[in-house]
């Protein structure tokens, strides 16, 4: 079972994370069409998934992660957003997350430390997930739209 520390530590921290986050899509050149959206927009679905990461790892099912994120793939579309920066802000969210853990995670044992990898585990098989059903959505649309 993955540690509540690490879990409630992101929880915690989720705005802080956010706006991290935030501030790095708005002025990083590999997402320059997400640069169009406000902070505000930007901030909510980093948020909803920082702040409530027990759930999205743990509680929702694959069916839920499938249509969410087939979802967000069809309004980045629609929102002509190029599917390499879609994947870009996925990837950023992620490693904003891991980078946080690392740092203030402080596993002081070896239990600490094991639940810590597989913490990191379970988020590599969410964000992998996720990108899937993102790409999926965007797909789809592009072929919606093609007809």
Same mark, same amino acid.
């Given at each position: 079972?993955?540690? %509540?520390? #690490?879990?409630? !530590?992101?929880?915690?921290?989720?705005?802080?994370?956010? /706006?991290?986050?935030?501030?790095?899509? &708005?002025?990083?050149?590999?997402?320059d069409k997400y640069h169009q959206f406000s902070?505000?927009?930007?901030?909510?679905?980093?948020? @909803?998934?920082?702040?409530?990461?027990? @759930?999205?790892?743990?509680?929702?099912?694959?069916s839920e992660v499938r249509d969410d994120y087939t979802d967000l793939?069809?309004?980045?579309? /629609?929102?002509?957003?190029?599917?390499?920066?879609?994947? #870009?802000?996925?990837?950023?969210?992620?490693?904003?997350?891991?980078?946080?853990?690392?740092?203030?995670? !402080? %596993?002081?044992?070896?239990?600490?430390?094991? &639940?810590?990898?597989?913490? #990191?585990? !379970?988020?590599? &098989? #969410?964000?992998?997930? %996720?990108?899937?059903?993102?790409?999926?959505?965007?797909?789809?649309? %592009? @072929?919606?739209?093609?007809?």
């Amino acid at each position: 079972m993955i540690s %509540a520390k #690490f879990v409630k !530590l992101v929880e915690e921290n989720a705005s802080k994370l956010t /706006d991290e986050l935030v501030r790095d899509i &708005q002025t990083n050149p590999k997402s320059d069409k997400y640069h169009q959206f406000s902070s505000k927009e930007l901030y909510q679905r980093g948020y @909803e998934v920082y702040k409530n990461l027990s @759930e999205w790892m743990l509680e929702k099912s694959e069916s839920e992660v499938r249509d969410d994120y087939t979802d967000l793939g069809r309004r980045r579309y /629609d929102e002509g957003i190029p599917i390499s920066q879609v994947i #870009f802000g996925l990837t950023l969210t992620k490693t904003h997350l891991i980078d946080y853990i690392k740092l203030y995670g !402080l %596993a002081d044992t070896a239990v600490d430390f094991y &639940q810590e990898v597989e913490l #990191f585990s !379970l988020l590599s &098989q #969410f964000y992998d997930k %996720a990108i899937y059903y993102t790409v999926c959505g965007y797909e789809a649309r %592009a @072929e919606e739209k093609q007809k």
